[in-house]
């Protein structure tokens, strides 16, 4: 059963094109739906590109000055900018900054609340879809006004590292209260899986920790105060609320921009002589150093965002993807893929509530229930009980 193409693919860029080479089918009630290839697909071609239905940044990383877009998540930083933030070193300059894409000078702020854009098309996009509702005006920096009281108050249960927002929730309802055809966007939104009551409180705990119970009820009071409309009465009630929160813990996709990546993967793109490439190379792995010892790991602006798809699709199975069969991405990244079946099915299963049965899983399945850590502590004991003397002489040595 396919899903309608006006619904699914409306999000895509040439979204006719997109419903040309894959279609969606409903597979089973624990699945939900699934993407099916309609002709034949090598490995590196794009099957879609895809813009969210709604997105926010993380709250911790806008607090740390990681400044993106309101409405589409670019970094508004240049690279030189972001590199010399990240590295703590003022007087930094970037070699080739003609390759940075960031267009300062495009930049366009809400006059209003003052937030800002990458362009006027996304200020405007963010006017017509929900911002009417969210803006706050000269009340931006009021910490008394319902919608910086929600904000606060998640932040004070959803520490980083970052993995969902209660903005995109609030998102969600103001494109509805902002919407002309509120049922339109309502049924966008009853494309996204539900969750069983035990399944939603699983993921509750999962973003709040232990005190979950009180968090969502304070989080639930404090956002029926900012957001409450008559049309979305079901998302308002506690059980809805739940619903919702559960939704987006569950489909929420994860978006990381940055502006020095990019800088840095055009650089790599250059044609350069043997010695300025060695010379550029030294200079960026001199620059990676630098900011690991002064920001750590928290290089992107980074937010989440439901699509109806994915945010972008590319063929990267080892072969092509045959006509009808289902297309698959992986949760998991390549650290994590790597691990043993249980550690994989243990993250899966405490982060997105399913179980894989995926063609390497389901090979796997006589290994022994043992995480990744439990092998590496079994090999670390192994190796001490053959090798202490000779730990014992190296350390020495040292």
């Not at 927002?165 to 509120?182: E, H, N």
């Not at 899986?193 to 999962?206: G, P, Q, V, Y």
């Not at 099915?345 to 090979?363: A, D, T």
Request: charged residues 25%.
């Amino acid at each position: 059963m396919a899903a309608p193409l006006d619904d699914m693919f409306s999000f895509c860029v040439d979204p006719g094109k997109v419903a040309g080479g894959v279609e969606v089918r409903f597979i089973d009630n624990v699945k939900g739906k699934g993407l099916f290839a309609k002709k034949s697909i090598k490995k590196g071609d794009s099957i879609f590109i895809e813009r969210p239905l709604v997105s926010a940044q993380f709250l911790w990383n806008a607090l740390y000055k990681y400044k993106a877009c309101e409405y589409c998540l670019r970094a508004l930083e240049t690279a030189e900018e972001n590199a010399r933030r990240l590295s703590g070193i003022p007087g930094l300059n970037l070699p080739h900054p003609e390759l940075c894409r960031v267009r300062p000078e495009l930049h366009q702020a809400c006059p209003q609340c003052q937030v800002m854009y990458c362009s006027s098309e996304c200020r405007q996009a963010a006017a017509d879809q929900y911002h009417k509702v969210l803006c706050l005006g000269p009340s931006h920096e009021d910490p008394d006004h319902p919608i910086n009281k929600l904000k606060d108050a998640w932040r004070t249960m959803h520490y980083p590292p970052e993995t969902s927002s209660i903005m995109l929730m609030a998102r969600m309802v103001a494109a509805v209260k902002q919407a002309k055809d509120k049922a339109h966007w309502q049924k966008l939104f009853s494309h996204f899986c539900s969750r069983t009551a035990n399944e939603e409180e699983e993921i509750a705990h999962k973003l709040l920790g232990e005190q979950f119970r009180g968090q969502l009820a304070l989080l639930h009071s404090l956002f029926s105060e900012a957001l409450y409309d008559d049309h979305l009465s079901r998302w308002f009630v506690p059980e809805g609320f739940r619903s919702l929160f559960a939704l987006v813990g569950t489909n929420g996709q994860g978006i990381g921009t940055s502006s020095l990546s990019q800088w840095v993967h055009a650089c790599d793109a250059l044609e350069l002589p043997a010695q300025q490439r060695e010379q550029l190379d030294s200079f960026i792995d001199q620059l990676y150093k630098d900011i690991e010892k002064e920001t750590g790991d928290f290089l992107n602006c980074e937010g989440s965002g439901l699509f109806m798809l994915q945010s972008s699709c590319k063929c990267s199975s080892s072969i092509f993807i045959s006509v009808r069969k289902e297309i698959c991405i992986s949760y998991l990244d390549c650290c994590q893929r790597d691990r043993s079946r249980h550690s994989r099915h243990k993250i899966l299963r405490e982060n997105y509530l399913f179980v894989c049965s995926c063609p390497k899983c389901v090979s796997q399945m006589d290994e022994l229930d043992m995480t990744s850590e439990e092998e590496d502590e079994e090999e670390g004991e192994a190796e001490g009980e053959t090798e202490g003397d000779e730990m014992e002489d190296e350390m020495t040595d040292v």
